[in-house]
């Protein structure tokens, strides 16, 4: 199996590089790699990536994932988070290609007060919500063979999270 992987340097990338490898050829991907195009602002060179490695599975860990930083600067908010994820569903499709993306729970306003169903009906707040569910919304018109995680408070070794956050400042507070 060849597997296209995107954000390969994020935090949940970085994890899946290992964890896809026993699975067949892994094309880690990120914003400043060589090879390939997987810089998601290029949406034709994200394209043109997809159509040269002609993957079977295609992962999406890229995303603007500064969620203030958004707020400021919605058109790339959109292109990474919507218009991206609906490239590479497009092009997946015309493979036959499945599509993994990570979403968020943003796309709901969190009023709920319990766990979030697939079910239950959207409503984001934020730059980052919104766009995040618009390539939901791209992926699911555009290619029938995907799967979308819709995560929370992500955590690993590497790179910034709140845990680590949390445990930087209890040291400097000692």
């Known amino acids: 199996m060849k597997i296209l992987l995107l954000g390969k340097n994020g935090q949940v990338g970085w994890e899946l590089q290992r964890s896809l490898a026993p699975l067949g050829e892994v094309i880690a991907l990120d914003r400043h790699s060589q090879d390939f195009c997987g810089d998601l602002s290029k949406l034709q060179g994200l394209a043109a990536t997809v159509q040269a490695v002609r993957p079977d599975l295609i992962v999406n860990a890229a995303a603007h994932t500064a969620v203030d ?26 493979l036959g290609a499945w599509l993994v993306h990570y979403s968020t729970d943003y796309v709901f306003d969190g009023s709920g007060s319990q766990p979030w169903l697939e079910t239950d009906t959207p409503a984001p707040l934020s ?31 590497r790179g910034g999270n709140f845990a680590k956050t949390m445990l930087r400042l209890a040291q400097e507070r000692e």
Do not use: D, M
Request: charged share 20%; glycine share 6%.
């Open 69 to 94: 930083k958004a707020e400021s600067e919605p058109e790339l908010a959109r292109t990474l988070n919507a218009l991206a994820p609906g490239v590479l569903a497009q092009e997946a499709h015309k």
């Open 127 to 157: 730059v980052y919500g919104q766009t995040k569910l618009e390539g939901e919304q791209l992926i699911a018109t555009h290619c029938s063979r995907h799967l979308i995680f819709r995560t929370s408070w992500v955590y690993a070794a």
